[in-house]
């Protein structure tokens, strides 16, 4: 990975990386598409060095990582969704403003039209065959962001509900309660 990695001069780039390869254990291409695209919503989205933003990821696999180590964004902290649609997609966005109810988002995605432009990549990219990450991440320093299509998308935000804590009827545990139950998730799904 250390050739690979050569063709890289761009040293804010690089630090990227040995964060997201520390945190994620290896660079995985899905981790390094993370990077991209993480790279890409903040630039498209104007976002300063430090400012909040929140991310959708469409697939558990690697995508996540990135947004998780560089920009802060954990399930924790409500500033990281998953849906996984099992895409190499994301939606970003940046905080709200007070009354804001609409946001403007970005979606990229990683396109396999573009990909197809890439022999390799577009073979890992579709599991068509055997890929090393190697080669796939060499192949995705080549594209840069031309693998990429995004567009901007309003997202509506949800009004943020009260916080109710209950004891459950059942079990007798505290839970975050919804519409007024008198049972927790878990004792439900036990039923």
Not at 49 to 59: D, N
Request: aromatic share 8%; with cysteine; proline share 5%.
């Amino acid at each position: 990975m250390d050739d690979v990695l050569k063709k890289i001069t761009d040293p804010y780039l690089l630090f990227q990386i040995e964060q997201v390869s520390s945190f994620h254990g290896y660079l995985s291409t899905g981790a390094f598409i993370g990077i991209q695209m993480l790279n890409i919503a903040k630039r498209v989205l104007e976002a300063d060095p430090g400012e909040q933003l929140y991310v959708t990821c469409e697939t558990y696999s690697c995508l996540p990582d990135p947004f998780q180590i560089l920009a802060g964004c954990t399930i924790g902290n409500k500033k990281l969704k998953i849906r996984d649609f099992g895409k190499m997609a994301v939606v970003v966005n940046k905080k709200a403003k007070d009354e804001q109810t609409l946001v403007r988002s970005v979606r990229i995605v990683f396109d396999p039209a573009k990909t197809a432009q890439y022999p390799r990549l577009h073979k890992w990219y579709m599991n068509t065959g055997k890929v090393p990450h190697e080669e796939a991440i060499s192949q995705l320093i080549d594209a840069g962001e031309s693998v990429y299509t995004y567009e901007f998308i309003d997202i509506e935000l949800p009004k943020k509900p009260e916080k109710r804590i209950a004891l459950c009827i059942n079990c007798g545990e505290s839970f975050v309660q919804k519409n007024d139950g008198a049972l927790c998730l878990a004792c439900i799904e036990n039923i």
